[in-house]
């Protein structure tokens, strides 16, 4: 009974509360053209042992970013992750907390999400963050609708660095807006943005490192934008290059949003994973999510509360931010476990082996005939331009036991002048070995 928790007498006594015979009465409405009467094309049920077996079988087809050589980014990487993180998100307590509706017996969350919000804001360089979002990519969203309820204005200006999948998402909320702007795909400047705000601009977005792995100096956007009374958006996908660059908060940033996966959270087959917001304190009110805020008790007990919810469960609805903001809590606790024992000093030493190694790797590489790097300035990730298309680059590289990367055109298919290009990314778990597998296999496919 697993997967099939009410027993007939359960059905009954749900059956005889509505007044039905049976469940087919729930449909009765329905236009019977709707249904499909015909046997579906599937396997007879199984024993359970059977089934898990079966689905073992297709499991292990994958292969893990842990089996081999592997040099794939792009938005989600694969970093050391203590044990004690994994013991510790498990704990009842944690696992199966939600939202702390009531903060006289969710001390324990409040304050865990208190100390979240506090790392995020050193870490981006802002005063305030919330706690916290889906992802990078819908906290993405989330800024640029911030932005335009802030400055009333419809404009949107895009960089052509920021991730594929971060740029449609946007562009899915924006339609048709024609206040909305998405600059081409660049891999190599970002200058042409400036010449596009305008007084009518809300926001402009823009990511650093980029999606080719750029490094940008926010500080002339950031410039221009508040001339035209925009705000900046700071965008990033490796949160561990916040522990080697300076923040984009001293950038000029006004809203810094991006993917914390790499610090607490494994890379999982892709989720779920949590997005991190930080903003200045006079921004915060149509900052969406909620805020924790320290505090003391009647008897002068130091305290934890919601300070500020913004979501439709919590208000009114007209005064609603956001009705996608429900925090990726377990995700958030994992991240901030594994800051902790980091620290600010680990932070920046493992940032550091990530650039190294990100070098190497580069060097390496770019050592081979028609091989050439696009990025003058980068931290663990780089595109490389191939004398050949990449995509089946990189399907001749994983027949040969190497995961080499991320072909630009997977994400921008259809522009032939992407074709060649290849996005790497080196961790601190690349080995030199695993540098070594790869500039060999490259240069024997290519």
Do not use: W
Not at 322 to 340: D, R, V, W
């Amino acid at each position: 009974m697993r997967y099939l928790p009410h027993s007939n007498r359960d059905r009954k006594v749900m059956m005889d509360a509505v007044g039905i015979q049976s469940s087919d009465e729930l449909f009765a409405k329905v236009p019977s053209k709707v249904f499909n009467n015909a046997e579906f094309d599937l396997p007879d049920h199984q024993p359970e042992f059977h089934v898990e077996a079966a689905i073992r079988g297709f499991a292990n087809k994958n292969r893990a970013a842990g089996d081999g050589p592997f040099f794939v980014g792009a938005g989600a990487y694969r970093h050391h992750v203590p044990a004690s993180v994994d013991h510790l998100i498990q704990r009842s307590e944690f696992l199966t907390a939600y939202t702390p509706y009531q903060p006289e017996i969710s001390q324990g969350t409040l304050q865990m999400l208190f100390e979240f919000q506090t790392q995020v804001a050193n870490l981006t360089g802002m005063e305030v963050a919330n706690a916290s979002m889906y992802d990078g990519s819908t906290a993405t969203v989330e800024a640029v609708l911030m932005a335009r309820r802030l400055k009333r204005r419809a404009g949107v200006v895009v960089s052509g660095g920021i991730h594929p999948q971060y740029r449609d998402t946007v562009a899915t909320y924006m339609g048709d807006d024609e206040g909305f702007q998405c600059l081409p795909a660049d891999p190599t400047s970002d200058e042409d943005i400036i010449s596009q705000i305008t007084d009518k601009t809300a926001a402009v977005v823009v990511q650093s490192p980029d999606f080719y792995g750029n490094l940008r100096d926010l500080r002339p956007i950031a410039k221009a934008a508040h001339e035209k009374g925009a705000l900046l958006i700071a965008v990033f996908t490796e949160v561990f290059a916040l522990g080697a660059i300076e923040s984009p908060g001293a950038q000029g940033a006004d809203i810094v949003v991006g993917e914390g996966q790499s610090i607490g959270n494994p890379l999982t087959f892709g989720g779920p994973y949590v997005g991190l917001m930080a903003t200045h304190p006079k921004l915060v009110r149509q900052m969406p999510g909620r805020v924790c805020g320290e505090t003391v008790d009647a008897d002068g007990n130091r305290g934890f509360v919601l300070t500020l919810s913004t979501r439709e469960q919590h208000i009114r609805r007209d005064k609603a931010t956001s009705n996608i903001c429900t925090n990726a809590g377990l995700c958030a606790l994992a991240f901030s476990i594994h800051m902790s024992l980091l620290g600010q000093r680990g932070l920046g030493e493992t940032a550091a082996l990530c650039h190294q190694q990100a070098y190497k790797t580069a060097d390496a590489l770019t050592a081979i005939d028609g091989v050439e790097l696009v990025n003058e300035y980068y931290f663990n990730e780089f595109t490389l331009r191939l004398p050949k298309a990449a995509a089946p680059v990189v399907e001749a590289l994983a027949d040969k036991g190497v995961l080499g990367g991320v072909p630009v055109s997977r994400l921008e298919p259809g522009k032939a002048d992407l074709e060649n290009l290849l996005v790497v990314a080196a961790t601190e778990l690349t080995s030199d070995a695993d540098i070594a597998a790869f500039a060999a296999a490259l240069k024997e496919v290519t």
